[in-house]
């Protein structure tokens, strides 16, 4: 029997989508791999572990270079370990 969905928003898979990622407090920089969208929130793999409730600025740059990146302000919810990286979910706002 199918699960209900209970999210607000519906997601949309974000395929061959890198994110570029900026923890505001540490000004440390990385890279991840985006998983899925929503109007209010990012969900990407990442080599590192961020903190949950740590603020970050991201830039969403996919393959169609006739699509200007997405940047926006990001909030983490979850970390979750997956095979020796982390999925991160999270709140995003526009900048």
Known sequence: MP???HRRFTRLT???TSV????IESGVEF??????LSSEGLAFRSPLEPCVGADMQVVLRGKDARLAPLRA???VVRVTPVGGQWDVAGTIHPL
């Open 3 to 5: 699960s209900k969905n």
């Open 14 to 16: 974000l395929e061959d």
């Open 20 to 23: 570029g990622v900026v923890d």
């Open 31 to 36: 890279a991840g791999d985006g998983r899925n």
């Open 73 to 75: 302000s990001f909030k």
